[in-house]
Every structure is written in structure tokens, then in C-alpha cells.
């Protein structure tokens, strides 16, 4: 999937297109491999091996993931905000929906944080 636009704006936008399309292969290929990662719901990972494995843990432990984005906003020319509404079925079918922040650090076209409260 080409992206011209490596804005931070642009690449967080991708990212959660990947993620709803479940498409881990290209989110992989989006991240730095010393990003890390901080989530109130899953932890806090340092590298691209932790942060992809505890991604692909988290897909499969769903029968659906589907997050929406709420608003957008570029904090600085690096940090992006999104407010999203993700609606999620977990491997027990029950369905689950939660509000939150996701906020992205993106340099040169390349995710080197992600936080999630």
C-alpha cells in the first residue's frame, strides 16, 4: 500500500485503516524496530518483535475489532491525537464497546511510539 503523504497526520490515519482491515503485516512495516508501545488495556512493549506480538495476541483473542476515529488532531508536526470508539466482539462473543485516546509519534514516515489511554 503506497502512502505519499508521511505526515504524522497521514501515517496515524493509515495505521488505523490497517488495523481495521487486520492487516499486521503492513502495520509492521510502519514501525521503527525501537518503537515502543504504552496501552492502559495491554502494557507497555519496547521493540518491534514485543510490540507485534503482543498485537497479534490481541487480534486473535477478538472475533472482531473495529475502531473508529472519532477526531484528528496534529499536536505538533510529529504528534497526533485521535479520540476513537472501538466496537470489539471478544473470542467469547461478547460485545464490548470503549472510548479513548491513541496518540502516535511519527518521524520521516515511520511510527516510533504509540500510546493508548
Known amino acids: 500500500m503506497e502512502n505519499n503523504d508521511q505526515s504524522s497526520k497521514a501515517i496515524t490515519q493509515l495505521y488505523f485503516n490497517l488495523s481495521n482491515e ?3 503485516s503492513a502495520i509492521q512495516a510502519l514501525i521503527i524496530p525501537e518503537a515502543t508501545y504504552s496501552s492502559v488495556n495491554t502494557g507497555l512493549y519496547y ?5 507485534m506480538d503482543m498485537m497479534e495476541s490481541y487480534f486473535k483473542s477478538h472475533k472482531s475489532l473495529d ?3 472519532d477526531s484528528i488532531h496534529a499536536l505538533t508536526d510529529y504528534i497526533t491525537e485521535v479520540k476513537f470508539t472501538c466496537n470489539s466482539i471478544d473470542s ?3 460485545a464490548v464497546k470503549r472510548q479513548g485516546v491513541e496518540r502516535l509519534v ?3 514516515g ?3 511510539h504509540i500510546e493508548v489511554r
Open 22 to 24: 487486520g492487516n499486521l
Open 92 to 94: 467469547t462473543g461478547k
Open 110 to 112: 515511520l511510527i516510533r
Open 47 to 51: 521493540g518491534i518483535t514485543d510490540i
Open 106 to 108: 511519527v518521524v520521516d
Open 67 to 69: 475502531w473508529r476515529i
